[in-house]
C-alpha cells in the first residue's frame, strides 16, 4: 500500500507490483473500448477514464484514448498525503515513470482546473496529459516534461527510471529559448498521439533528448 511517507522512488514500486492485476482487470475495458472504436468514430481521440482500486489499496486512474491505428493507455496512481493533498504518478512497467508533486499539481489545479474538488482536477489533469515529451539535461540535472498548456521541471529520481516533477510553468510564462524547446516537446507528444506517422528528424541543442514514457498496449 502506497503511504504518504514513500519516496517517489518507493511510491513507484509500490505501484509496479499492482501492474499485473491491474492489466488484467484492464483487459475487458481495453476490448470493449477497441471494439466501440472500430464501429463508432465518435469516441476515437477522446480520453476515457476507467477508475481501479487495487488489492493493496492503491488508488487508479486508467486513461484511454483509441485512435484509427492504436489504443493509447496511461496508468496513473494517486495519493493523499499528511496535509491532504494529492500526489500521483504515471507508472511505466517497464520504461520511464513520473512522479507529480503536490506543488506541481496545485500550480496546474489553480491555472487550469476549476473543477470542485481535487480528484476532480486531478482526473482532468490525467485525460489532458496522456502523452509526455521529454528533454534531459545532464550538465544541470534538470528533466523537462511537455504538457497540453506548458512544461513540467523535475529531476532525476532514479536515472533513466522515475522522474520527479515538482514545477509547472505555462505557456505565457516562457523565455524564448524555452519556447523553442516548448515547439520540440509539443512534436513530440503529437507523434505519440499519431503513431506511424514520419518522425520529426533530431534537433541539434544543448539537451539530451529521451522520448520514453509512453505506454501502449
Known amino acids: 500500500m502506497i503511504v504518504h511517507t514513500m519516496s517517489p522512488a518507493q511510491v513507484v514500486a509500490e505501484a509496479i507490483t499492482d501492474l499485473p492485476a491491474l492489466w488484467n482487470k484492464m483487459k475487458g475495458p481495453i476490448a470493449r473500448l477497441q471494439r466501440l472504436s472500430k464501429v463508432d468514430h465518435r469516441v476515437r481521440d477522446k480520453e476515457h477514464v476507467e477508475v481501479y482500486r487495487s488489492h493493496g489499496d492503491n488508488n487508479w486512474l486508467v486513461v484511454m484514448r483509441p485512435t484509427k491505428k ?12 499528511a496535509d491532504r493533498k494529492i500526489r500521483a504518478a504515471r507508472i511505466c512497467d517497464d520504461g520511464l515513470s513520473f512522479h507529480f508533486s503536490a506543488h506541481l499539481l496545485d500550480q496546474y489545479f489553480a491555472r487550469f482546473n476549476k473543477l470542485e474538488g481535487q480528484l476532480e482536477r486531478f482526473k482532468e489533469f490525467a485525460k489532458e496529459n496522456i502523452d509526455l515529451g521529454i528533454e534531459s539535461c545532464d550538465a544541470i540535472g534538470e528533466i523537462r516534461c511537455g504538457v497540453r498548456h506548458g512544461y513540467l521541471t523535475g529531476r532525476w529520481e532514479v536515472k533513466d527510471k522515475v522522474v520527479q516533477l515538482t514545477t509547472f510553468v505555462d505557456h505565457g510564462k516562457l523565455f524564448p529559448d524555452q519556447i523553442e524547446q516548448m515547439e520540440r516537446l509539443d512534436q513530440q507528444r503529437y507523434e505519440q498521439a499519431h503513431p506511424g506517422r514520419r518522425r520529426t528528424p533530431g534537433y541539434k541543442h544543448p539537451w539530451n533528448k529521451d522520448s520514453r514514457g509512453g505506454a501502449r498496449r
Not at 70 to 81: G, K, Q, R, T
Open 70 to 81: 492504436v489504443l493509447s493507455v496511461a496508468p496513473f496512481v494517486w495519493y493523499w498525503c
